[in-house]
């Protein structure tokens, strides 16, 4: 990983134990370990889009649900993109991503803000996808869009495989991130007339 833009943070209860490591200058490498092997696909996914160097460790109750460790990996990885990016100067701070995946059409639009917000429209076919449930991706976009700080924004525009859907909102996710945070030179301080993000 570079020296630049990068963030490591543990974050340990006594339902999971995670560690994630960032850098938004990477090249899209990864090494994803969570326990719930489509969660762990679809990480990779957001990282290889999003061309940034990602690893994720954990290791969580999956002998309750995969609620909290999809839930932990979330509210890791959202303090990892703002740790790494906390001054926010010269982003472009707005992306957004249209990805089709087959039949299904998704779009993700976000504001690097410092306000977190979430609205999410998904409707998906089938309660699980692999060892995942589909309810969880709406909690993994609140707890990441919350923790990062970041205004976001997830639709699935139509579509019927979950698989398809839910693959194209990550891979969405990534490209839209990677626009938000990619720096222009001529953007001096922050995008913003307040002066502050």
């Known amino acids: 990983m570079s020296d630049l833009r990068k963030a490591s943070i543990t974050r340990t209860t006594k339902e999971t134990d995670i560690n ?11 090494n994803i370990e969570t326990g719930i092997g489509f969660f762990d696909h679809m990480l990779t996914l957001f990282a290889k889009h999003g061309i940034l160097d990602l690893e994720v460790k954990a290791r969580g109750d999956l002998y309750v649900d995969c609620h909290h460790t999809i839930e932990d990996v979330g509210i890791t990885l959202g303090k990892c993109i703002e740790k790494a990016d906390l001054d926010k100067a010269g982003i472009k701070r707005y992306g957004t991503s249209f990805v089709p995946m087959d039949e299904a059409l998704c779009m993700i639009s976000m504001d690097m803000s410092g306000r977190p917000y979430l609205v999410f429209e998904g409707d998906f076919n089938s309660q699980k996808v692999g060892d995942m449930d589909t309810e969880m991706v709406e909690e993994f976009f609140r707890a990441l869009a919350f923790n990062a700080g970041i205004t976001l924004h997830a ?25 938000a945070v990619t720096k222009d030179e001529r953007i001096k301080g922050v995008m913003s007339t307040k002066g502050n993000l």
């Open 20 to 30: 994630v490591e960032i850098d938004l200058d990477g090249e899209g490498n990864y």
């Open 155 to 179: 639709k699935v525009l139509y579509g019927k495989n979950a698989h398809h859907m839910i693959e194209g909102l990550f891979k969405a996710l990534g490209r839209a991130l990677r626009e």
